[in-house]
């Protein structure tokens, strides 16, 4: 239809006889969703070979889909985009499956999700020392170690330390951003996200006019086209870049 354009998003793995119905409308809630303009999006058919499903998109939407997919590829995609893709990556990986969303007509609006070809291996346990950076919110405990709560704009991060430690560290509760030195284990998520496991705390430091940048943040800047990703690397060189060295 001259009024309408045509998106397609493939699953290699399945027909449209061997796609459970659950699946189907999993997929297509997704798709809907990185889509975006709900009013403008319609579902039409599971085409045939591979599984395809046929979304139909309104003229009056079809800049703002555009552009919604373009950014969704970048470095700058935002996080509700970035949780949306990695969500159907996560689905197709359980699938054993890839997946390619592109625009019927349209060479270049080609987005494929690499699904069970993501990397599977999760790096955990790495212990090393370390630290970690941002405004101290909670302190105490009862046994014989205490434990503080610091808060950065990753999120809140949980450490202990010996009591000694503790009330040294007590009066700047709510105050100056800090630096807590000492020993912590990491592990990288399959979507090569660094988690705190443990952080054993030995010293801190009051830091002033600093910008707290994050080990997550560095490592999607390192990795904005994927090409570290899609290389290889190792763990030695995963934690040089989280440290940002």
């Known amino acids: 239809m001259d009024d309408q354009i045509e998106y397609r998003f493939k699953i290699d793995t399945f027909t449209p006889a061997t796609l ?51 950014t969704s590829i970048t470095a700058a995609a935002p996080e509700e985009l970035v949780r949306r893709r990695n969500q159907i990556d996560k689905m197709l990986a359980a699938d054993n499956a890839v997946g390619v969303l592109h625009e019927v007509g349209h060479a270049t609006l080609v987005i494929r999700f690499p699904g069970r070809e993501l990397i599977s291996e999760e790096i955990a346990g790495i212990a090393e020392e ?25 999120g809140t991060f949980t450490c202990e330390m010996p009591r000694d430690l503790a009330r040294a560290l007590a009066p700047h509760l709510y105050g100056m951003p800090i630096r807590i030195d000492g020993r912590g284990r990491w592990r990288r998520s399959r979507e090569g996200r660094w988690e705190l496991q443990h952080f054993r705390a030995t010293s801190f ?29 190792t763990a030695d060189e995963l934690l040089r870049i989280r440290h940002g060295q």
């Open 20 to 70: 459970p119905m659950k699946r189907l409308a999993e997929y297509m809630l997704e798709i809907a969703q990185l889509l975006g303009e709900p009013e403008h999006v319609h579902f039409v058919e599971v085409a045939e070979g591979s599984a395809q499903l046929v979304q139909l998109i309104d003229y009056v939407a079809i800049p703002k889909v555009r552009d919604r997919l373009r």
């Open 130 to 154: 370390g630290s970690l950076r941002g405004q101290l919110v909670r302190i105490g405990g009862s046994d014989n170690t205490a434990h503080a709560l610091i808060s950065n704009d990753e």
């Open 205 to 233: 430091v009051v830091l002033k006019d600093e910008v707290l940048m994050g080990s997550v943040a560095r490592l999607r800047d390192a990795n904005k086209d994927g090409a570290l990703i899609e290389r290889g690397l």
